[in-house]
């Protein structure tokens, strides 16, 4: 049986990765993951505002030593509460290469084209094998067109692509208007990957102390809907690889990204829950679904359930929309429905 899968032009044993998160924060933590059987390792991220302030003093050209900028700072974290710095990041990078034989791949976020992206050619001397780019914006400028903001993500991937020899990937979350338009442009500006979704972290109010009160949360298979359909829309309109993110918590969890068509599929939630052991009961979860199947190379299963099949994927989106509505009627009836308790 043949698991392999190539990610980003990187050879991985089977389609199982672990995302970016704590659990590959340390040496520990990334030997742990591969003696767990994740096929590649992303490491957490590192921030552009940690970047420019390291190497300008600034974050988005405003001193945070300049009490006329304490205002629109005062949301971010103090320098010192990051896990790395910035030259602490290249250190794991170089040390996590030397320790593992998967993949690693760095991880970096942020949303302009400043100074920081020339950093990234420091991650790729220390080794880095590729490079995720984790665009996270949200636009409260209401002046701000899609147009613009699209072009700016584009504008980022083209930067880094003149910049690096590694391939890149980019992770985005699903909240634009035109999401199949947008990863067309940024597979056309030879963006070797995409990464389907971000998670956003929609902080919560708390009502006696009139503030937001942001949370981490894990995620639940309930998130991972979403990323089948882009992942069964994009498959055969892009020529990058593609990896699901968000809501992958079981074996069948990963098998229907797969079928949907991810190159990969990256875990965190699940990881951080059971282990990194469970990354060798998900290759086996499918290994054995595969045998089950009689498909000997994970190559023939990616897709499968793709809307590569549908001559108009927009008209067959609207079909299954108006079946799925119509479903409930077939089973409630609607003579079950007069409103009075029996
Ligand atoms: C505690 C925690 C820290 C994370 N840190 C990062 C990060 O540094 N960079 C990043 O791109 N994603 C980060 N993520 C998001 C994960 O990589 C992943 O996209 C998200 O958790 C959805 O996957 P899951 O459902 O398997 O957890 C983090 C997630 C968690 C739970």
Redesign the pocket.
Known sequence: MDLSTTYLGLKLSHPFIV????LSATLDGVRRLEDGGAAAV?L??LFEEQITLAETRHIHHMDPQNADFTAPLASYPAADQFSLTPDGYLEHVRHAKEAVRVPIIA?L?GMTTEAWVSFAGRIQDAGADAL?L?I?QVTTDVTQSSIEIEANIRNVVVELKRALAIPIAV?LSPFFTAFGHVAHWLDQARADGL?I???FYQPDIDIHALTLAPQ????TGA?LLLRLRWLAILRRHVRCSLAA?????TPVDGIKAILAGADAV???????RHGPGYFRVVHEGLSQWMDANAIARVDDLRGRVSLAAAADGSIFERGSYLRTLQSWYHDHPLASHTGTSP
């Open positions: 995302g970016a998160s704590p992303v957490p991220s991880s976020n995720e984790n996270y992770k990464v979704f971000n998670r981490v949360e894990l995620s998130e993110t968000g809501g992958v918590a990256q875990m965190v939630s699940a990881i951080l």
